[in-house]
């Protein structure tokens, strides 16, 4: 997900990590009741997770993932995105990798905007992409002798086989 956690999702996730931490303890000091514990805590977990679907479901931030070999419509985006830039640079020489029937095309995005608020706008469009993507890696630094912010972020894309 590309977006930050609601309050709600957050506190979901604190009291999964409370469960998995009693789950841990009930199977090291507690070895005969751990198999009941375990049980009871690994449905609870269970319903936690497939009870944050549905709000994000229903929060408007699911994104159906495009088909395979969406080059195009990938490109034409990003270029999009990047008119607002000094001056841009995509790397895609890491090739594609399949994971089962989900494609995953590694980019390395570097520009140079003049303002931090530029590039950061960039950025929130990159994460509220239709084609959906895992963005990491972020490097926003500033250069005095040009009076420039330099960007450089690594994104992973997401394609489905047919």
């Given at each position: ?14 009291v ?6 009693v ?31 549905p ?35 995509v ?10 029937y ?6 390395t ?30 490097d ?5 002798d ?17």
């Amino acid at each position: 997900m590309n977006r930050e956690l609601t309050k709600r999702e957050k506190t979901l996730l604190l009291v999964l990590v409370v469960l998995v931490l009693v789950l841990g303890y009930c199977k090291l000091f507690l070895p005969s009741t751990g198999i009941v514990a375990g049980a009871f805590l690994f449905s609870v977990v269970l319903g936690i997770i497939f009870g944050m679907y549905p709000a994000i479901k229903a929060s408007g931030q699911e994104r159906a993932l495009p088909q395979y070999d969406n080059d195009q419509a990938l490109m034409t985006e990003l270029d999009k995105l990047m008119a607002a830039t000094l001056q841009y640079e995509v790397d895609c020489t890491e090739g594609t990798t399949q994971e089962g029937y989900l494609v995953l095309r590694p980019v390395t995005l570097t520009y140079q905007t003049a303002s931090y608020a530029q590039s950061r706008q960039i950025i929130d469009a990159l994460s509220a992409s239709a084609n959906v993507n895992f963005l990491s890696n972020v490097d926003v630094q500033y250069d005095a002798d040009k009076a420039q912010y330099k960007t450089v972020l690594h994104l992973i894309f997401f394609e489905l086989m047919p």
